[in-house]
């Protein structure tokens, strides 16, 4: 082994060690695109992971809620932990904090939820409310006797629907512009439009958000889209409710790089009212039970402050920086194809495509991506390697996809050198 190739082999205890002491000092690594912080570090409690017997993971996925989505900043660190040393009055904390980021993010109002899902979930619990001006006592139980309905594209469809039903809400399924158009009557509450469905695999729906709004508001129905995953562009959190969407739902752990157990509902201020009435500390709402804590309010309030302070150019360089790291470790490898995707609409940012022959490197895709799982760091890549084009990602069968957005410092050397070694048989 030469000199150079031994000065490459830190170990994980080293690497997590580097850099612990590199945030400690820095007050902002490894997040890019940074205005300089005062150098305090964030508070350094036992290792509960070592503790528990639980493997750090290097993700070279993405922001997937499986994986623990984004890891938060210094500066949000600090935020959470100074919010947890004092009580205060959720109710409050829940009114001012929606009162600031309603402001900062150009809508009406705003609302702190427990991540995407239960924004969508308040969401519809707020437009049932509104339609029916109803107690929030009557969700769900009561919903069959209620104005409930909600209109949903065929292409639209997805696992988030429970999110709605949770609510009592039923789902009124369209497929053409003259199916929505018939769908609306006096039991219709509110439209769901899931704002990455287009880069979904699947048939492409035929209603586009603009043709969607319009229709809706002329039967004076509010229209809510799902952009959990659909950040950056950072102007995505005031895009949509200026384009006319009365709530609009994003997950607060994912581009935002909050708490992974927050989201943000955003939208027109009498809507996102009932949808905090219709959840915690009230002990009859259908959301008591999505609990957003004080710690986790703060923390995305902290977040939003210091997703706008950063420089998305400046971010997008690092991440190509990051792909070319690990596409020159394996550039050589015989059949390699190497390209890089960004896609339009969720997870917009760029991912790496390293394309080879199986039969020619000797290793297929399911294999590699375990040998890289059981290896020391388990490196786990984007999931959608080794499947056909989806979300935006036109990979295949023979087709590793790696995620470099949520890789940490050095990170990116260590997984081009585990890729090179998984596709050269040197594990």
């Known amino acids: 082994m030469s000199n150079s190739e031994k000065s490459t082999k830190v170990s994980r205890r080293s690497f997590l060690q580097w850099s612990q002491s590199a945030v400690a000092v820095l007050g902002a690594a490894p997040f890019v695109g940074r205005t300089a912080e005062a150098a305090t570090p964030a508070p350094q409690g036992e290792d509960y992971y070592d503790k528990l017997g639980v493997e750090k993971i290097i993700n070279a996925a993405g922001t997937y809620t499986t994986l623990t989505a984004a890891c938060m900043p210094p500066q949000v660190l600090r935020a959470v932990y100074r919010a947890g040393e004092h009580p205060v009055r959720l109710q409050d904390l829940q ?46 139980q009561d919903a069959g006797s209620l104005k409930n309905e909600v209109i949903v594209q065929k292409a639209h469809r997805y696992s988030y629907d429970h999110a709605m039903m949770l609510a009592g809400a039923v789902i009124r399924e369209v497929v053409t512009l003259d199916d929505y158009k018939r769908a609306f009557s006096e039991k219709t509450v509110m439209t769901n439009f899931f704002n990455a469905a287009e880069e979904e695999d699947g048939p492409p729906a035929e209603i586009g958000r603009e043709q969607w709004l319009e229709i809706a508001h002329q039967h004076n129905v509010p229209c809510h889209l799902d952009a959990a995953a659909d950040m950056p562009p950072v102007e995505n959190l005031w895009k949509y ?108 940012v760029p991912h790496l495509l390293l394309k080879f022959d199986p039969a020619t490197v000797g290793v297929t895709v399911p294999e590699a991506l375990k040998q890289l799982r059981a290896g020391k760091p ?8 080794g499947h056909k084009p989806n979300q935006g990602i036109p990979c295949d069968a023979n087709t590793l996809v790696v995620g470099v957005w949520m890789l940490q410092p050095g990170e990116d050397q260590v997984v081009g050198r585990r890729i090179k070694a998984v596709l050269t048989k040197k594990a």
């Not at 609302?111 to 009557?138: E, M, Q, Y």
Request: aromatic content about 4%.
């Open 95 to 140: 009114v001012k904090s929606g009162e600031y980021l309603a402001k900062k993010l150009r809508c009406e109002g705003a609302l702190v939820t427990s991540g995407a899902s239960g924004a969508i979930t308040l969401a519809t619990a707020a437009c049932i409310g509104n339609a029916n001006s109803n107690k929030p006592g009557a969700l769900p």
């Open 241 to 348: 409710t200026q384009m006319g969407f009365d709530l609009v739902a994003f997950s607060g752990g994912k581009g935002i790089h909050g708490p992974q157990n927050a989201g943000l509902l955003l939208g027109k201020k009498h809507l996102t009212d009932l949808a905090l009435r219709n959840t915690n500390p009230y002990g009859d709402a259908v959301g008591r039970g999505m609990k957003v804590a004080k710690e986790q309010i703060v923390g995305m309030v902290a977040a939003v402050d210091w997703l706008l302070e950063q420089s998305e150019t400046a971010s997008t360089a690092e991440y190509n920086r990051r792909c070319k790291v690990i596409s020159d470790a394996v550039k050589n490898i015989p059949s390699m194809q190497i390209n890089v995707v960004t896609p339009r609409i969720a997870n917009h």
């Open 378 to 385: 388990s490196i786990e890549l984007n999931p959608n390697s």
